[in-house]
């Protein structure tokens, strides 16, 4: 159950983890503004990656992760699927 | 689990966040949906289920309240629009990171402090001497840096600032 420090390494992960079986990740995203920060878990229920934050300069890229991950989902899944770098 | 319409899910996805910002925590979840709506059979009748490829599932509480939604491949492009935009704006409470960026300007406005240099006759020298005083703010230059004829360059007491240049 990695926490990941690194955002590289844990968005590669993530992804990696999505590509190998698509029905079997949820992604959970986690906010508490009172404490003022932020986690994401990315996990098919044997493995389970995690990111937490409380730096404002990571929201942008969580955003993005989620909804890069969103697309992949609603996309016709097909082998040969080219995974965009940032 | 209220199942709403991507529209209103995104209302009331706001409101969530809204709620929740003195106490409480909002959690989101996306997962990969293939449009079942009858739980998996145990055996028997084989599932006469076509799953199709392109939907997600979205949820989202706070802990009581449940939301959830579901997005196709048409209508993904404007929803994830919509929900970036509005996660960006409430997931405002956040560290920012100024420091850095601050210590970065000072470094680029600091210029390099350019030394005077006067030359002037020195009188009271056996030959004719001509006194090369540099300054440069509270830091002494080295006379050896100066562009000067070699040879004819002759150093004093370092500390004074003074050269003297024999022509």
Known sequence: ?86 | MVLLENDSFLTELTRLFQKCRTTGTVYITLKKYDGRTKPVPRKGNPETFEPVDNKCLIRATDGKKKISTVVSTKEVIKFQMAYSNLLRAHMDGLKKKDKKSKSKKTKATQTVEKPSVHLSPVANTPSVGWALHVAAGTSSVDTRGLEVAKGLFQQDTLHTGRARIFI
């Open chain 1, 1 to 86: 159950m990695p926490h990941y420090q690194s955002w590289e390494e844990f968005s590669r992960a993530a992804e990696k983890l999505y590509l190998t079986d698509p029905m079997k990740v949820r992604v959970v995203l986690k906010y508490r503004h009172c404490d003022g920060n932020l986690s994401m878990k990315v996990t098919d229920d044997a493995v389970c990656l995690q990111y937490k934050t409380d730096q404002a300069q990571d929201v942008k890229k969580i955003e993005k992760l989620q909804g890069k991950l969103m697309r992949f989902m609603v996309s016709k899944e097909t082998h040969s699927m080219t995974m965009e770098t940032d």
